[in-house]
Nanobody
């Protein structure tokens, strides 16, 4: 059984940076990852995603230029990171890591239905 654990959230000021991490445990060979967020009173939305080998990445228009998703190429099981720069109050949300294991594809899914496993989320709060 696989599990996902997010970390790195916190309370920060506008303009600060954070790096979120998503780690997976369990039996698998490779994994594709998506980051989603849900702000209070809003629906969960796609933020960024990366395919199994890091060759394909995708970002929501609202975060392009400020968010960077990454993983170590040499280790397919390594954590996936989401670097968030120039944080804004509207970035305040619970950030969720989602994964699809043993999925060899160049495509990066942006729909929640593209992913099977989900973490518990990490809170990011940005004060103005």
């Amino acid at each position: 059984q696989v599990q996902l654990v997010e970390s790195g959230g916190g309370l920060v000021q506008a303009g600060d940076s954070l790096r979120l991490s998503c780690a997976a445990s369990g039996s698998f060979n490779i994994w594709a990852v998506g980051w989603f967020r849900q702000a209070p009173g809003k629906e969960r939305e796609f933020v960024s995603g990366i395919n199994w080998n890091g060759g394909s990445k995708s970002y929501a228009d609202s975060v392009k230029g400020r968010f960077t998703i990454s993983r170590e190429h040499a280790n397919a099981k390594s954590p996936v990171y989401l670097q968030i720069d120039s944080l804004k109050p509207e970035d305040t949300a619970v950030y969720y890591c989602a994964a699809r294991f043993n999925y060899y594809s160049d495509a990066v899914g942006q729909a929640q239905s593209n992913y099977v496993h989900w973490g518990q989320g990490t809170q990011v709060t940005v004060s103005s």
